[in-house]
């Protein structure tokens, strides 16, 4: 069983997956602050200053908390629409972004297939080969 997890482990594909993996995790930490620190300042400019965060409805308990995270702590049942629509607008930009990095991979890939496709340009004729030569002698010289 060692063996088998060992050649498991060996294979290429699993260690180009840790390393997406590790850049996935990282990309998804600039995402989020790409839109906790330049997205929602924007965002709330336009609601009238509201965070959208913060919005939540509270579905049992007194229902009187200043933010999410208070209600939460007390134990009381939140419908937190506000950090949904944040995590759809997180899942829409992720998906912008990678949609762009893969249209440009392809795009570049495309480019080099066809950069490898384009025939060599074509030599200047060479001339009579040397066995035409030869032959063009023999009929001259057998002609006399």
């Given at each position: 069983m060692l063996k088998e997890f060992r050649n498991f482990i060996a294979r290429g594909n699993v260690?180009?997956?840790?390393?997406?993996?590790?850049?996935?995790a990282?990309?998804?930490?600039?995402?989020?602050?790409?839109v906790d620190d330049l997205i929602n300042p924007f965002i709330g400019l336009f609601t009238g200053g509201v965070d959208f965060t913060n919005q939540f409805i509270v579905l049992s308990g007194d229902g009187t908390y200043e933010s999410l995270a208070e209600a939460r702590e007390a134990g009381a049942a939140v419908f937190a629409y506000g950090s949904f629509m944040?995590?759809?607008?997180?899942?829409l930009i992720i998906a912008f972004v990678v949609f762009q990095l893969v249209r440009t991979v392809n795009k570049v890939k495309e480019a080099a297939a066809k950069k490898d496709e384009m025939p060599a340009e074509e030599a200047a004729p060479a001339g009579p080969s040397e066995l035409e030569?030869?032959?063009?002698?023999r009929d001259s010289l057998a002609a006399k």
């Open positions: 260690m180009d997956m840790a390393v997406g993996i590790i850049i996935g990282a990309f998804t930490a600039i995402v989020k602050s790409m944040m995590a759809v607008i997180n899942f030569v030869l032959l063009e002698i």
